[in-house]
């Protein structure tokens, strides 16, 4: 086998499932299908699993791979440089500590570096105030008055759960808002357990239902490419539309709280509980502009000032941070980090050309809004393995992808956004784009076209030292 070592940042694996510790937090995909293919779990309590459930699960997978003596942990990468001389990279951590090695493979994710609103007088609050993937745990809200700030994917679970732990005022600060359709989440009988452990094949099938039900949605949902879909999509907006009328009991309120957007321009976060906790009487949406963060709380450009006693971030990430982890310097000593700009590319997401023996996982544009990235990055891993062994086996020492491969899977990818809802800022703006409005980040098709076109790696692809 190949021998591999992983360093890791943190004190412990399972990446945003470690980090994240904020009430309510989970994942927006069914268990059965946010898992890996080949180390299915019969046991997942729910539909939709909680976050400590997941890494519980995740942890389980590299104590049966043996994957823990493998893993460094405390070793935040602040660099790697290619030799191309050697055909050996060098990867430095911020203990000073150093590695070498000939493959170069970066799992650092998408979603890391929290995004703080850069509001005047952001740092001036006396009271606790912290991001949702820094949750403070010792912070309790009972009897406090707390601020959500932001309505996307961390505060449609935050805020449900913040309401049920006895807040005394609780005040979610809106600018736009967002599409929660019903997630229909449900607790698993301990005879459903059963059976899918004593027939795997039920689990399997099972898992292809959901797969191929977000396929479907894709199709549905994000593509405006005949009337068919857009007849469709029509039908399902009203369906939703009609799913806010009915559970918010204040129709002003729903009107508030119903973006005027399709599905899908922005990420879908649905909940069983979220739009359900505009109806208690405590919880406050405020859709004012915030004009700036004082003492006190916050002050809104009608000149109110909400008095608070803790305010909770749920701003999102700085994706450009978050894909420059670290500094690359590839072939010729170039900084690599300093060409991405403000839309990184590169071949599937997956190699650079300027990156030799260099693999991502979950690179730029490979993110989805409609089916589960696990099985995303099963497809990267399968054709990183592929590309080391064929590189292996014929005997070179280093391959990197060709200019003209990797400037023609760019221009693929920007014919294919168009006719998607999330190809441009035209009708809403969000994290996917760019202030340019142009979308780096997603995969632009089905995942089954993703795994069809990167089952195997292509040698002709690259170009090839020996």
């Known amino acids: 086998g190949v021998k591999y070592t992983i360093l890791e940042k943190s004190g412990g694996l399972g990446g945003t499932w470690y980090d994240n510790k904020y009430p309510g937090v989970a994942c927006d995909v069914p268990s059965h299908l946010y898992s890996f293919s080949f180390y299915l779990n019969p046991y997942w309590s729910r539909l939709y699993s909680c976050g400590a459930e997941i890494h519980a699960y995740l942890q389980s997978a590299a104590s049966r791979f043996n994957v823990y003596p493998s893993i460094h942990f405390n070793k935040r990468v602040v660099g790697a440089s290619w030799d191309s001389r050697t055909c050996l990279w060098t990867v430095d951590c911020t203990d000073g500590s ?4 000939n493959i170069l493979i970066s799992g650092s994710g998408a979603l890391h570096v929290p995004k703080l609103p850069d509001y005047k007088g952001v740092g001036s609050f006396k009271g606790p105030s912290f991001h949702t993937a820094l949750w403070d745990t010792s912070f309790n ?13 961390s505060a449609v679970q935050a805020v449900p759960n913040l309401s049920a732990l006895g807040v005394k005022s609780l005040k979610v600060f809106q600018r736009t808002p967002c599409w929660s359709p019903p997630r229909f989440d449900y607790q698993y009988p301990e005879y459903i357990k059963r059976i899918f452990e004593i027939f795997p094949l039920s689990n399997i099938l099972y898992r292809y239902f959901f797969f191929l039900r977000n396929e479907l949605r894709f199709r549905t949902l994000f593509t405006k490419e005949s ?14 539309r009609g799913h806010y009328q009915k559970v918010i009991k204040d129709k002003d309120l729903a009107a508030k709280l119903t973006p005027s957007y399709d599905m899908g321009c922005k990420r879908i976060t649905p909940s069983d509980t979220y739009l359900q906790a505009f109806n208690k009487d405590f919880v406050h949406l405020v859709t004012d502009k915030i004009e700036e963060i004082t003492e006190n709380g916050v002050r809104t450009v009608d000149g109110t ?4 006693d803790a305010i909770v971030y749920a701003t999102g990430f700085d994706l450009l941070q978050s894909f420059k982890a670290f500094k690359y310097v590839g072939v010729d000593g170039k900084d690599v980090s300093e060409s991405f700009s403000d839309a990184p590319n590169a071949y599937y997401g997956i190699t650079h050309q300027d990156l030799p023996n260099t693999f991502w996982l979950l690179g730029p544009g490979t993110g989805l809004g409609h089916n589960s990235i696990i099985y995303m990055i099963e497809c990267q891993a399968n054709y990183v393995v592929d590309g080391i062994s064929k590189l292996i086996k014929n005997g070179a020492r280093s391959m990197v ?12 990818t920007q014919n294919n956004m168009k006719g998607k809802v999330f190809a441009d800022n035209s009708a809403c703006v969000g994290w996917y784009r760019n202030a340019r409005g142009v979308n780096w980040t997603l995969w632009p098709k089905d995942l089954i076209s993703y795994w069809w ?6 040698m002709n692809d690259y170009k090839i030292t020996y």
């Open 98 to 101: 150093q590695y070498t090695a």
């Open 141 to 153: 809200p009972r009897g406090k008055t707390v601020a959500v700030v932001g309505t996307g994917a």
């Open 227 to 240: 009337w068919i879909t857009q007849k469709l999509s029509d039908r399902v907006h009203h369906m939703i």
């Open 305 to 308: 000032e909400h008095k608070l």
């Open 401 to 412: 992808v060709k200019q003209e491969v990797q400037r023609n899977y760019w221009d693929y």
């Open 453 to 458: 076109e990167t089952k195997s790696f292509d």
